[in-house]
């Protein structure tokens, strides 16, 4: 193909998606303006409040005049073996990922029930590649950390059109 005509076809698929109304979706709309959370995780209590500050949500430090309150109640990591080979050795992990949370909106008197968020993925080991699996096992760790905190993200932008 002569670089012309491939110019044409790409400026034409380019032309095609933006008419198309295609975007990225951006963050999450939070109903909210104020939230105190409670609890602290390890991984996950962070990540959250860098988001909430993105969609400019305030961060109270109690939860007297908070329209939602936020308890985290604990986050798990695990691994469990999926597959042994012939000679009793592992050939693939599955990682899991989990957040336990519940929350209380602005004049309501009970909790809702625990909430759990989790993410679950498999990948194939090699004692031979030691190195290269352990940085797959963090590039995929941070990945179910992304995930759940994008799955709270749009449960938490779901929340307060659910309560009306």
């Not at 957040?99 to 004049?107: D, E, I, N, Q």
């Not at 498999?122 to 352990?134: F, G, I, P, R």
């Amino acid at each position: 193909m002569t670089s012309s005509i491939r110019f044409y076809l790409i400026t034409c698929l380019l032309l095609g998606l933006t008419a198309c109304g295609f975007h990225l979706r951006g963050p999450s709309e939070i109903p909210f303006n104020t939230i105190f959370i409670e609890g602290n995780t390890l991984v996950i209590s962070k990540d959250l409040e860098k988001a909430l500050n993105t969609s400019q949500v305030e961060i109270l430090n109690s939860g007297k005049d908070a329209e939602l309150r936020l308890e985290l109640m604990g986050e798990e990591n695990e691994k469990r073996i999926l597959s042994l080979g012939g000679e009793g050795t592992v050939n693939e992990y599955e990682l899991y990922y989990r957040v336990h949370y519940r929350t209380l909106l602005a004049g309501q008197s009970t909790w809702s029930d625990v909430q759990t968020v989790e993410v679950r993925r498999d990948y194939t080991y090699s004692d031979a590649n030691l190195l290269a699996k352990q940085n797959e096992e963090k590039a995929l760790n941070k990945g179910m950390q992304e995930a759940v905190l994008n799955g709270m993200m749009r449960r938490l932008s779901a929340l307060k059109r659910q309560a009306q």
